[in-house]
C-alpha cells in the first residue's frame, strides 16, 4: 500500500469500501461456502464485484480485526492529560537508484534514474513548559 488517506480512514472506508459492504462481504463469506456464491447474491442486489476483490475485502477485513483485537491485550497507562504535546509531520528527499533499460556503460554498468522519494514521518512528543522535549523516561515518573 503506497499511502492512506486520513479522513476515509476515520470514516471506517479500507480497499475502497465503506463499512457496511465490508460487513456484508464478511457475513457472506462466512456463511456461504464459497466467494463464486457471495459473488452471485451481491450480484443480486446489485452490486457487482469480483471473486478476487470480494477475497481481498474479506481478508483485508479479518486482518484488522486480529489487529484490534491484538491491541486490546495492551493497556496504555500513560495519558495526555495536563501535558503539552506536539504532533507533527517530517519529510525528507531521498534520491533513489532505478535501474535502466539500454545501452550499458564503457564500464560495463547499466544506467540508472535517481528519482527523488520524499518519505513522510509522523512526530508525536511531548514538551515542557520552557517547549523542550521531554524525556520518555520521565514521563513516568
Not at 83 to 96: A, E, P, Q
Not at 119 to 126: D, E, G, N, R
Request: some cysteine.
Amino acid at each position: 500500500m503506497k499511502g492512506v488517506y486520513a479522513g476515509l480512514v476515520l470514516l471506517g472506508i479500507h480497499e475502497r469500501c465503506t463499512p457496511s459492504l465490508a460487513s456484508q462481504v464478511g457475513i457472506l463469506a462466512a456463511t456461504l461456502s464459497s466467494f463464486a456464491e457471495a459473488q452471485q447474491v451481491l450480484l443480486e442486489q446489485g452490486i457487482k464485484l469480483g471473486v478476487k476483490v470480494l477475497q481481498k475485502i474479506a481478508y483485508r477485513c479479518a486482518e484488522r480485526a486480529r489487529v484490534v483485537q491484538q491491541m486490546e491485550a495492551y493497556s496504555f497507562e500513560e495519558d495526555v492529560v495536563g501535558r503539552r504535546v506536539i504532533v507533527s509531520t517530517d519529510g525528507g528527499r531521498i534520491r533513489l537508484r532505478e535501474n535502466k533499460r539500454g545501452p550499458k556503460t564503457k564500464k560495463g554498468r547499466t544506467r540508472y534514474n535517481g528519482a527523488w522519494r520524499e518519505p513522510k514521518l509522523l512526530l508525536i512528543y511531548v514538551v515542557n513548559e520552557e517547549g523542550k522535549m521531554v524525556s520518555p523516561r520521565l514521563l513516568t515518573e
